[in-house]
């Protein structure tokens, strides 16, 4: 009895669709035989697979150590040795680093397939991509920058771990003292002057005593010169 794995592999290859590859920088459209996906195939136990629900989302750095496959939304850093889905109504907004990307639903931001990456039916994909080889489905939709080969996957595979090295570290927030408060009042204006009215000079008036003895005075002149006169 032939096993099942056996059976699935033998269709592919008698499978022929029309896709369109890219491989150096070079787009053709050729048929060509249909690629077998072990890590898809219900032969793969659970445990090798780790899924993020359709409910479920993610932010931050992901890493997985064998396949993974999202249905629910993730934004950030994802890597992983094996193989990343993105599977039908799934959202990835990040930088995606995986041996074989597989795109079914949406997906943004850096895509770097050093094996392959491949866009199914339901792809919308705007990102830049780096894949040792690509592969286009109709019906897929790619809006982003795209580099194919080895040379393109060890280029962006540097770029990014010079970019982690030279990324400046926020450096510790420190407390600097503070000045002393200084309480201050306002200035009141200073209050005018009182205005100081002169007083008007006392005229003298000499007591009625003296005017009297100076008539008296006159009066005996007066009287002394009329006898000598006479």
Do not use: Y
């Not at 780790?50 to 249905?71: L, Q, V």
């Not at 950030?76 to 990307?101: L, Y």
């Not at 306002?186 to 209050?191: L, M, N, Q, Y």
């Amino acid at each position: 009895m032939t096993p099942r794995w056996q059976s699935r592999m033998d269709a592919g290859r008698r499978l022929r669709t029309p896709v369109c590859h890219a491989s150096a920088g070079v787009w053709t459209m050729h048929e060509t035989r249909a690629i077998p996906r072990p890590e898809r195939g219900s032969n793969m136990p659970d445990s090798q697979i780790t899924i993020i629900a359709s409910d479920a989302r993610f932010k931050g750095e992901m890493h997985f150590e064998g396949a993974a496959r999202i249905m629910g939304a993730c934004e950030g850093s994802i890597s992983t040795p094996g193989t990343i889905e993105i599977a039908k109504g799934g959202r990835c907004n990040a930088r995606v680093d995986a041996q074989r990307i597989m795109v079914d639903g949406h997906a943004e931001g850096e895509l770097i397939g050093r094996e392959r990456i491949e866009l199914l039916p339901n792809a919308h994909v705007r990102a830049d991509i780096a894949a040792g080889n690509l592969i286009v489905q109709d019906g897929a939709s790619f809006v982003g920058h795209c580099s194919v080969g080895p040379d393109a996957v060890t280029k962006a595979g540097t770029g990014a771990q010079q970019q982690r090295r030279t990324a400046p570290e926020t450096p510790p927030s420190r407390s600097e003292p503070q000045p002393e408060a200084i309480e201050t009042r306002p200035v009141r204006p200073a209050s005018q002057p009182a205005k100081v009215e002169a007083a008007a000079p006392a005229q003298h008036t000499p007591p009625k005593a003296d005017l009297q003895s100076d008539w008296m005075r006159l009066a005996q002149g007066a009287t002394d010169t009329q006898k000598r006169t006479g």
